[in-house]
T-cell receptor, first 115, second 115 residues
Framework: DTEVTQTPKHLVMGMTNKKSLKCEQH?????MYWYKQKAKKPPELMFV???????INESVPSRFSPECPNSSLLNLHLHALQPEDSALYLC??????????????FGAGTRLSVL | AQSVAQPEDQVNVAEGNPLTVKCTYS??????LFWYVQYPNRGLQFLLK??????LVKGSYGFEAEFNKSQTSFHLKKPSALVSDSALYFC?????????????FGKGTTLSVSS
């Protein structure tokens, strides 16, 4: 099973709202990733967690706050977003974050609209 | 810095004909290359990877890719295209950093297979 589950599938929020995106995997992977993808564009890396610790933050604005409560779960907390933050948010996991041949498995994404 | 380039925004092919989606890379050190496919409103699905060894890599759904070191290319191929292969294809390279590794994606190529 190579499934990464993301919830919700769709989210509409106002600029003053607080919401969270959730990602779950049960493959025993120890690296998890958040990507942002605009329509017809490649995914852009936001955060990497390795063994539940944040290892890479691609200078993402603080209105995005990641959290890794355990090795199977990854959250992305959203607060005071801007309309330009509307995008597909993808979660991925891999065996670890240093293995150069490790495959990243992606979830179906959460489509976020900020009004 | 590691990078990949996909020179074609769109590739059109008739069903049953062979298809090629092009990718060139620029890396320091050994290249670790990947192909992913994305269907509308879905996450990315892993197709195949090149780490080392045979220059012809076989992957999922009948796809294969040819690694060419002298031309720094990693083109995706399929002998006989299906309408269901129509999707957005991304080439990616492993970016090795002090804090870990990440994937750098090309801009993507839309494949359209007509019946």
């Amino acid at each position: 099973d190579t499934e990464v589950t993301q919830t919700p599938k769709h989210l509409v929020m106002g600029m003053t709202n607080k919401k969270s995106l959730k990602c779950e995997q049960h493959m025993g992977h120890r690296a998890m990733y958040w990507y942002k993808q605009k329509a017809k564009k490649p995914p852009e890396l936001m955060f990497v967690y390795s063994y539940e610790k944040l290892s890479i933050n691609e200078s993402v604005p603080s209105r995005f706050s990641p959290e890794c409560p355990n090795s199977s779960l990854l959250n992305l907390h959203l607060h005071a977003l801007q309309p330009e933050d509307s995008a597909l948010y993808l979660c991925a996991s891999s065996q670890d974050h240093r293995g150069q041949g490790n495959i990243q498995y992606f979830g179906a994404g959460t489509r976020l609209s900020v009004l | 810095a590691q990078s990949v380039a996909q020179p074609e925004d769109q590739v059109n092919v008739a069903e049953g004909n062979p298809l090629t989606v092009k990718c060139t890379y620029s890396v320091s050190g050994n290249p670790y290359l990947f192909w992913y496919v994305q269907y509308p409103n879905r996450g990315l699905q892993f197709l195949l990877k090149y780490i080392t060894g045979d220059n012809l890599v076989k992957g999922s759904y009948g796809f294969e890719a040819e690694f060419n070191k002298s031309q720094t290319s990693f083109h995706l191929k399929k002998p006989s295209a299906l309408v269901s292969d129509s999707a957005l294809y991304f080439c990616a390279v492993r970016d090795i950093r002090e804090a870990g590794t990440a994937l750098i994606f090309g801009k993507g190529t839309t494949l359209s297979v007509s019946s």
